[in-house]
């Protein structure tokens, strides 16, 4: 195949425009063996099969041959030009193509976002504050409390009809978000008295009476877990069917036993206690990890290409729980949705690139053999059968996902290493204990 002529255009840092021309007589030479290969195939009417005159061959395919040749055309001389070049494309390209002539040379463009070129600076001695790990017997006290609370059993009030902070009441509820339409939900249980913000639909059960209807409002904060009604207002009609109280075992061995799978209170504390500072340790390093990336961030200044912020959006979107109804009112949620989404995606993204960047500069690199264990320890970890895992991650892009993510860990551990640590104070390391 004849040479391409490439120019190439810088729109932004990250986005390029290619202007590609394929010689003419590259194009004829594919639309004549394209026209062979068709022809030795076609079977016409009133011809042998492969005996049909080239002529007539053209005039029954050669929209369709024309189209075949243009989009090999046009997919060879961009992967040509890209790897010429050395351009680190990510995504889609925005192909820009006319019909192809016979004859005539092809002449199309290409948009495409690219990799930034980061510079890296001085990485040593980012300054980082480490969340203290130690446990106290409060902390204890407080998760075996809310042990006793998943196994809490309910009991029905008889003696009283007032609805007291909480008591445990089973409603059924109709809901309409900001006036759309209601939806309704039988034998939900609720703990009066509870929700995070005073307008909580559960503090507002506080009071009321077993058997009585009502109508509530609750506008909902805008910083609300979920965001599918995060500032939004839902109108409930309430109906209290039934009134509970919550009764909770002994805190003993016998309970150690029942509900700890230990042999005493004093070996269930010695646990739990175990496993609190397991995840206070797990919290620190996390902590500190998005220190180190938050300082290496803001260090380093550049754009992202806005393809991989939408792809990783869209991921981060679909790893949401959310429920939404059809129609108007679901595609200008998902639109919020996206939108609150897009600067974590960035942040993200922007974070894995000057990791790779970090990468590259220190020569670190990940064997087959780390992959293969990494992907051990996934299946022991997920309890799956390790040759089920493996098989996953035969697609070619799964295993080049997981090496790039061990990659991306052993630069920021190595970013790590130059960092000097010091103890976070109280207040900050209460901060993160409650984000966790």
């Keep these: 195949m004849d040479e391409s002529r490439v120019t190439i255009e810088d729109l932004t840092p990250v986005r390029k425009r290619l202007r590609i021309e394929?010689?003419?007589?590259?194009?004829?030479?594919?639309?004549?063996?394209?026209?062979?290969?068709?022809?030795r195939q076609a079977r016409l009417r009133g011809f042998r099969p492969g005996k049909a005159p080239r002529a007539v061959v053209e005039r029954v395919f050669g929209d369709e041959v024309r189209r075949e040749v243009l989009g090999r055309l046009v997919e060879r001389s961009f992967f040509a030009a890209v790897e010429e070049h050395g351009l680190a494309i990510v995504g889609t390209p925005d192909i820009d193509a006319d019909t192809l002539t016979p004859g005539e040379a092809l002449?199309?463009?290409?948009?495409?976002?690219?990799?930034?070129?980061?510079?890296?600076?001085?990485?040593?001695?980012?300054?980082i504050a480490r969340p203290s790990t130690t446990v106290g017997d409060e902390d204890v006290d407080r998760a075996l409390e809310t042990l006793r609370e998943s196994v809490a059993q309910l009991r029905p009030v008889e003696d009283r009809t007032v609805i007291e902070a909480g008591d445990v009441v089973r409603v059924d509820l109709t809901s309409r978000l900001d006036g759309g339409e209601p939806t309704r939900r039988e034998g939900i249980f609720l703990e009066?008295?509870?929700?995070?913000?005073?307008?909580?639909?559960?503090?507002?059960?506080?009071?009321?009476?077993?058997?009585?209807?009502?109508?509530?409002?609750?506008?909902?904060?805008?910083?609300?877990?979920?965001?599918?009604?995060?500032?939004?207002?839902?109108?409930?009609?309430?109906?209290?069917k039934e009134l509970r109280v919550k009764e909770l075992p002994p805190l003993d061995d016998d309970f150690a036993r029942d509900h700890g799978k230990c042999d005493s209170l004093a070996e269930l504390r010695a646990r739990v206690r175990t496993d609190l500072e397991r995840e206070a340790q797990a919290r620190a390093e996390a902590a500190v990890r998005d220190q180190v990336l938050e300082q290496l961030v803001t260090r380093h200044p550049f754009e992202v290409p806005p393809t991989l912020v939408e792809r990783r959006t869209e991921t981060l979107l679909a790893g949401l729980d959310v429920r939404l109804a059809e129609g108007a009112e679901r595609e200008r949620a998902l639109a919020r949705l996206r939108a609150e989404l897009r600067p974590r995606a960035e942040r993200q993204i922007r974070a894995e690139l000057v990791l790779d960047a970090v990468a590259q500069r220190e020569g670190i690199a990940v064997a087959d053999e780390d992959v293969n264990?990494?992907?051990?320890?996934?299946?022991?970890?997920?309890?799956?059968?390790?040759?089920?895992?493996?098989?996953?991650?035969?697609?070619?892009?799964?295993?080049?996902?997981?090496?790039?993510?061990?990659?991306?860990?052993?630069?920021?551990?190595?970013?790590?290493?130059?960092?000097?640590?010091?103890?976070m104070p109280p207040a900050a390391a209460e901060s993160v204990a409650h984000e966790k």
């Design 22 to 39: 394929v010689p003419a007589e590259t194009v004829q030479a594919e639309l004549d063996q394209a026209l062979q290969r068709v022809g």
């Design 107 to 127: 002449r199309y463009s290409a948009s495409v976002d690219v990799r930034p070129e980061i510079v890296l600076g001085d990485l040593g001695g980012l300054a």
């Design 192 to 240: 009066a008295g509870g929700g995070s913000f005073p307008l909580a639909l559960e503090r507002q059960l506080v009071g009321q009476h077993r058997g009585s209807s009502l109508s509530l409002r609750v506008p909902y904060p805008p910083d609300y877990s979920n965001p599918a009604i995060a500032g939004k207002t839902i109108d409930f009609e309430v109906e209290i």
């Design 373 to 423: 264990a990494a992907i051990d320890t996934i299946a022991t970890r997920e309890r799956q059968v390790p040759e089920r895992v493996r098989a996953l991650y035969d697609r070619a892009e799964a295993r080049a996902a997981l090496r790039a993510e061990l990659l991306r860990e052993r630069a920021l551990a190595r970013v790590l290493s130059w960092s000097a640590a010091s103890p």
